[in-house]
């Protein structure tokens, strides 16, 4: 089977439920962003010291595949729910027992896996953004928009256990 399809080759891309649309509509972009998301993060995963946040962020990853499918569906039933909300709100609470109260900005830089942790976090940011954008135009998943938020703050506190002794 060949990798290429040539479908693509007009400019358009076909969503998970089917549609023809634009590589550049704004649907394309935000899963494209969380793609990005989810690249920065393999990295930040294969450069992680501690085995808790490489789990972590084999978890986050998984999520962020739910949260591409769900914005590259139109009229499709809900992937992301608010037990999948919860359930990263209790990951980030564990994590952020285990640190340190925060009492200055974070510089990012740390370490290798730390730095592409907040590159993960910043991206997932500029994928929310586009998803609230694309909210305003049309029908989009409210807790895919909270998924989005949850998960920045997950790279944030992942970010600091990784450089935490």
Same mark, same amino acid.
Request: hydrophobic share 40%; glycine share 6%.
């Given at each position: ?24 509509? %704004?649907?394309?972009? +935000? ?5 990005? *998301?989810?690249? $920065? @993060?393999?990295? /930040? !995963? ?18 962020l ?29 564990t ?6 109260? %925060?009492t200055?900005? +974070? ?5 290798? *896996?730390?730095? $592409? @942790?907040?590159? /993960? !976090?910043?991206i ?12 305003r ?5 409210d ?8 998960l ?5 506190v ?8």
């Open positions: 089977m060949k990798i290429y399809t040539k479908t693509g080759d007009k400019g358009t891309t076909g969503l998970y439920t089917g549609e023809r649309v634009a590589k550049d509509c %704004l649907r394309v972009e +935000v899963y494209g962003t969380i793609d990005e *998301a989810d690249a $920065a @993060l393999g990295l /930040a !995963r294969s450069l992680a010291t501690k085995q808790d946040v490489r789990a972590a962020i084999i978890s986050a990853q998984k999520t595949w739910t949260l591409m499918a769900d914005f590259a569906s139109i009229g499709d039933t809900a992937r992301i729910t608010a037990e999948q909300v919860m359930a990263i709100e209790a990951g980030i609470d994590v952020d027992k285990q640190l340190p109260p %925060l200055q900005f +974070v510089i990012p830089g740390d370490s290798p *896996a730390s730095s $592409a @942790l907040h590159m /993960a !976090r910043t997932i940011r500029r994928a929310e953004r586009l998803a609230w954008k694309l909210s135009e049309e029908d989009v998943n807790q895919a928009l909270v998924m989005l938020n949850r920045s703050d997950y790279c944030f992942l970010a600091r256990r990784e450089v935490e002794e």
